[in-house]
């Protein structure tokens, strides 16, 4: 399980992605319309293995993208 914070200056549709090394698309969450301002979610990771993932947080046209370590 990992905590993920992200800010947004205007409410928009979110989703959060996770890759692994290989490119395959191995986490898809829609979180749905967000106002703006600080937002909190809980990834569960119970399902993956210990490893590098990348972490991609969409809304609206901005795109994050971010290295994770997931240590079990």
Do not use: C, I, P
Not at 14 to 27: A, I, K, M, P
């Amino acid at each position: 399980m990992r905590f993920v914070t992200f800010e947004l200056t205007q409410t928009r549709d979110v989703v959060f992605r996770v890759f692994n090394l290989r490119g395959q698309e191995v986490t898809l969450l829609s979180l749905g319309a967000r106002a703006a301002g600080r937002h909190d979610f809980v990834w569960h990771a119970d399902n993956l293995a210990s490893g590098v993932y990348f972490g991609q947080l969409e809304a609206g046209d901005y795109r994050m993208l971010q290295k994770l370590v997931l240590l079990k």
